[in-house]
Every structure is written in C-alpha cells, then in structure tokens.
C-alpha cells in the first residue's frame, strides 16, 4: 500500500463529524499543504527567540518528512528474523537496531504512518506532534543519547533546535520556576526561591548526577543477556553497583532525606510527575536521575520539521536496511505453535511468520487482545498487579494569533494554580508546548501551536450520546483554555483560529493502547525500577518493547528498551553472543527479583 509522495497525514480526534469526513486518502484539499520550499539549511527561527540549529547534517527534507511510503508485496509466505507489532518509537529502535545486526525485519503498523505517540498530523498549514515533544537523548554527546544513536545506525541525522528552557513550572504559591539548561542557571533560579533549602537541593540533585554519570558511563544493551551485563560489571563495577544500588529506590524517598520545605517537595513531585505522571514517591530514582540531568548534559532538543519526522527517518532507515514495513496493518492474533510465537494474524486474513515476535502494543494489549487469555503467563499476572493503566489524555490541538504570546515564551509550561493536591488528579495540571516557539515552519506566518494537554479517565467519556460527546469536549476544552488564559496570556480566547480536541477514546483509537492509557503506573510505592519487566516474557519466542518494559514511560526509555530488546532478540537468533547456561542462571534470577517488587 502506497499513499504516494506528499501525501498530507490526518490523525484526527474522535467525534462523529470527525470521522464521517475522515480519509486520508481523500483530504486532497491539503495536497500539497506541506511545509514546502523549507530547507532545513535555510531554516527560520521564531524571531522571539534566539535559537540556533545545531548542526548536526541532514538527511531529511521537511517535505520528505510528510511523505509516507507504505510497503508493497510483503510476502506473507516468508519467513522473517522477527516480526514487531507497531511502530512506536520503541518498535522501531527495536527493528532499525535489528534490521543493521543483518536481520530481516517486518513491522506492522495498524495506523497510515509511524510513530504512535510520536507521530504527527496536519491540518490548515500547520504540523502537529501528536502527543511527545520533550525530546531527551536527542544530543550529540554521551552514551544517552539513545534517539540520535538510533538514527545514527540507519544512517539518519536530523537538526535540532536547542531549548534554551526545558519547561516552566507555573505552581501553587505564584511559584515560578525556569528550567534552564544551564544547570547551574538552574540550581540559582531554584536556590533562590528556597534559600534555606540550598544544601538540600545541591545533595538532592547531586545524587542524580551519581546515577545519571553512571548511566552515561556504560555501553548501554541488554540487561538480560549475561555476557554483556557481566562484562559491563567487570569493566565499570563501581558504576554498576551504584546502578544496581538505587535501582530500588524511588526520588521522593532520597528527597525527603535532603529536603523539608512542603513547597519545595511538592515541586520534586511536580518534577517527577512530568515522566512518570506519578509523584516523587512512585517514580523510580534511576528514571529521576536519568532525566533530570540529561536536560542539563545534552539539553532537550527539538527536531526541525516536528518530532513526527523522527519516526519518519527510522522508518526510512529500516526499508535501506532490506527490511519492510506495512502500514494499515492490524494485527489481531500472535499465532502460537507449541506453546511459541511464530507468527501474527492482521484483520484483513494474512498470516506472517518469523522466528520471533515482538510486540510493541502495551502488555495490556499484547497479553489481554493478541493473545488468549489462557496465554497469560504468571509473569503477566504479576506485572498486572504492581503496574495499573495510568489515565489517557485530553489534548487540545490549537493555532493562535502569535502576538497573544509575550516576547520570550518558553517552549513547554506546566500549569497548577492553586492546590497541590490537585496535582495527579484529572484535568488537575495542564501541560503546554508552544514548538513554533522554535520552528516556526510548523504554523502559518504569524500564528503559533499551542499544544496542550491534561490527564482524563476513559471512563469520563464513555456511553455519551454524539451531541453530548461534543458538548462536553468544547465545555472542558474551554475550561482548560480559560485557565490558561487568566494564568499565562491574557486575551488567550479571542486570538483562537484553529482548534482541534482529542479525548481518551481518540488516543485508545488512533494510539491503539487500551483505555488509551498513557503508560504504566505503580498500583502503589514500587520498589523503584525493579517491578519493570524487561524485553522477554513468558512465551517463547514472543518479546515486548516500549513504555509498559523496563524503563517505563518516555520516549528515551522506550528507545532503551527498543535496544535492550534488540540485543536480546539478536543473541536468541543468533545474530550476537550468548550462553545458554548463564541465560537460564540470569532469567531466573530476574524474575525472582522482580517477584520482589
Ligand atoms: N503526550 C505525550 O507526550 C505522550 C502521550 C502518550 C505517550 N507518550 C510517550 O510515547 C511513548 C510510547 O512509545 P511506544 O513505543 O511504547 O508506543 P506507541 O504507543 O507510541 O506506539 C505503538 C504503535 O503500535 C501500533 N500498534 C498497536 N497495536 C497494534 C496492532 N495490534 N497492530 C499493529 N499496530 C499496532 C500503534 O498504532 C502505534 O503506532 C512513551 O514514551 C510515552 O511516554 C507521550
Ligand atoms: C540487572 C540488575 C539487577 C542490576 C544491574 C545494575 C545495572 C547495571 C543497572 C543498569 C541500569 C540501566 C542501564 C538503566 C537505564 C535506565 C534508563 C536509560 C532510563 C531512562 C529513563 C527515561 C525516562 C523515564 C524518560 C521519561 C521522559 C518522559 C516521560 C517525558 C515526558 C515528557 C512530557 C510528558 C512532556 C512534558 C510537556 C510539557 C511540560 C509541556
């Protein structure tokens, strides 16, 4: 299926007059509404902001980014290296990293384009992220840039924009806090609202940058294959044993130890609640370490052209590298043969074979709908009771008048007014990107992207008649809008020209993920990291990858687990080293370990 050059890409939200008019295929009057004629080379910046590409080359045009070529004559009678079910990020680190070990790779993706949550669409001139747009690992140096690394493999480069401030804090208390890049500008713009804290907040984060050089120290692979992880341990044992001394711990704990003030507590729960949408005393310390320094080390960066193109590049990589990938694919069955994956089933009939499966759908998904319960391995059953679905999304999608913004902007802005304890509650905290604030090819001269977004149950918008479905989508929408407008930009309403809403019930659509979750959550306070199951399961042949594996969520942890799955899968087909013996000794012993948890 090919949907041919400068095809413009829909994903539209859910809502009956969105779907009765939805084709992609006929959106013709969006035809060549491509970002044309921008060169990455010649690329604007926002005049309100001095940010300069890094150059780091292309290889991409943004025009190219917005061709999506599907896969023709996929031969359902051969028989791949491995198969992976979707093209997340995490899918498609797991299938590049495979496809250049020389393996032969099918993907299968349900929706017309790559990328899940990282995809985009596009609508009246302007290039929406779907959902990430806080791209960590994404820098020119470290060993944890893990999403430049994977473009690196198959070939790809992208520019970058710098962002000169992670994300703005608008809390309780008027408490303003800028995350600048600078770490040290950091630590001063902290210390200066906490100033009794200081040597709390020096120890607090320090301890992250214990585990972060530590992390960043390591050749980063699979930790359930023993000779790599021996090796490591050898080569770096002071580095592992901090790893594997805070691997069950979480940040608020460490916090505690340092810090006293409620309000500065309740900003390190708003810290974490950003990568981990739980508070500081469920999220996993290795996670804070990894993130909270990171932004520092590299910085964030964001793609010319819009994270969608990122996906893009993979998928591009993927068919240089002789593997395949077909678009429009569901896949509604794992086949099992004598108890192992050998092969999937999608909705229109065909069958694919390979000698491993991959699924990069949530376990909910994999283990609840592509698989039959009776399938269910006691490891499931044990994942399903230490992680819960955390709540989907409601997204606003918007372009505005650009002078509703005051000069100097920021990109990213996370937003509780009034009561802490509203924090992880529904609709509670608004989180907002502004990517033309960067890139401003991505909206029509003189306008800009808010992106905005806020967690919402399924449950809230279930069983609704049409008319009230749309109803109540334009009353919360106003709402959250409404609030930003008394908090950041006064006027906020009126300098509305486009608007588009997603709910919970678009995500479980269009993403594919039950419930349309955003990931998985602790039930309770986990012991850190060590619940996370890796990339193998209780089936033969049959491996996950993305945000519900080791490390969780994010899209830098998703591209983790993308490589740690590719070379587990790797050593199983014989493609790297491996030692059967020790393989059993440390399966084993993970698993006991995570019974832990
Ligand atoms: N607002 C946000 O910023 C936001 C929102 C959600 C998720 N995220 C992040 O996105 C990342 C998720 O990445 P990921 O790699 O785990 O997955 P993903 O959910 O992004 O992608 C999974 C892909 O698999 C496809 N798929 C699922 N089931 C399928 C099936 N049966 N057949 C064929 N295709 C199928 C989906 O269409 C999708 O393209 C996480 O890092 C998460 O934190 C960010
Ligand atoms: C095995 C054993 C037992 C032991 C051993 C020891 C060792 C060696 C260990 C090791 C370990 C490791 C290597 C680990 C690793 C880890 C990692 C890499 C991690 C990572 C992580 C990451 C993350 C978590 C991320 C996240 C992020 C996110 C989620 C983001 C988000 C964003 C958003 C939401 C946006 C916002 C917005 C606004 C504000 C607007």
């Known amino acids: 299926m090919s949907l041919g050059c400068y095809q413009t890409v829909l994903f539209p939200t859910e809502g009956k007059s969105d779907f009765s008019s939805w084709n992609p295929l006929k959106n013709s009057q969006l035809k060549g509404n491509k970002i044309s004629g921008v060169k990455f080379s010649n690329f604007q910046v926002s005049q309100r902001r001095k940010c300069i590409p890094m150059k780091l080359k292309s290889l991409l045009s943004v025009d190219s980014a917005v061709e999506i070529e599907g896969k023709e004559g996929v031969n359902t009678g051969s028989k791949y290296d491995a198969i992976v079910i979707g093209s997340g990020i995490g899918g498609l680190v797991a299938a590049t990293q495979l496809a250049v070990k020389g393996a032969k790779v099918l993907v299968l993706e349900k929706y ?13 001139g302007y290039t929406f992220d779907v959902g990430s747009s806080v791209m960590f690992g994404f820098s020119d140096k470290g060993n944890l840039n893990l999403i430049t690394q994977a473009l690196a493999a198959v070939g790809r480069e992208m520019d970058v ?14 408490l303003s806090v800028q995350v600048h890049r600078e770490y040290s500008e950091f630590i001063n713009e902290l210390t200066s609202k906490f100033p009794h804290e200081k040597e709390g907040i020096l120890k607090f984060y320090g301890e992250c940058w214990k585990i972060f050089n530590a ?76 993130v ?20 893009k590049s993979l998928a591009e990589g993927l068919i240089d590298q002789g593997s395949e990938i077909l678009y429009k694919a569901n896949v509604t069955n794992i086949i099992i043969d004598q108890g192992k994956a050998v092969g999937v089933k999608i909705s229109d009939g065909r069958e694919f074979f390979a000698q491993t499966i991959i699924s990069n759908a949530t376990r909910w998904d994999t283990f609840g709908k592509l698989l039959k319960a009776e399938h269910l391995p006691k490891e499931e059953e044990n994942f399903q009771k230490v992680y819960v679905k955390a709540p989907s999304f409601l997204s606003i999608h918007m372009g505005v008048k650009a002078d509703v913004l005051p000069p100097d902007t920021d990109c990213h802005h996370f937003v509780l007014e009034d009561d802490w304890t509203r924090l992880e ?173």
């Open 215 to 290: 992390l960043n120290s390591l050749q980063l692979k699979s930790l359930e294959e023993p000779i790599y992880l021996f090796g490591q341990f050898f080569q770096k044992p002071l580095e592992c044993l901090t790893l594997a001394y805070y691997l069950p711990q979480n940040a608020g704990d460490i916090a505690r130890k340092y810090m006293k003030d409620p309000d500065l507590l309740s900003f390190i729960d708003a810290e974490c609640f950003i990568v981990s949408t739980v508070n500081a005393l469920r999220t996993p310390m290795i996670n804070a370490g990894m």
């Open 292 to 311: 909270l320094c990171d932004r520092h080390f590299g910085g964030i960066n964001y793609p010319v052209g819009g994270v969608g193109g990122i996906a």
């Open 112 to 124: 017309v384009i790559p990328g899940g949550s990282s995809g985009y669409y596009q609508r009246d």
């Open 425 to 597: 509650e529904p609709y509670g905290s608004i989180f907002l990107s502004i990517p033309t604030v960067l890139d401003s090819s991505l909206a029509p001269k003189g306008r800009h992207i808010l992106h905005i977004f806020t967690t919402s149950p399924l449950e809230d918008w279930e069983g609704l008649p049409p008319k009230d479905y749309e109803a109540k989508k334009e009353l919360i929408a106003d709402e959250i809008i409404g609030r930003l407008e008394k908090k950041l930009f006064p006027g906020l309403k009126s300098s509305i020209v486009f608007k588009e809403v997603g709910t919970p019930k678009t995500h479980r659509r269009y993403l594919a993920r039950d419930m349309g979750t955003y990931g998985p959550m602790p039930r309770q306070i986990p012991k850190g990291l060590l619940g996370m199951p890796f990339n193998t399961t209780g089936i033969s042949g049959l491996y996950c990858v993305g945000d519900s594996c080791f490390p969780g969520q994010g899209v830098i942890a998703v591209a983790f687990s993308g490589v740690m799955c590719a070379h587990r899968v790797a050593a199983d087909i014989g493609l790297e080293k491996k030692s059967p013996i020790l393989d059993a000794a440390l399966l084993g012993l993970l698993g006991w370990l995570r019974t832990l948890a």
């Open 161 to 174: 924009i710098p962002d000169p401030t992670t994300v703005h804090f608008h809390l309780p208390n008027n």
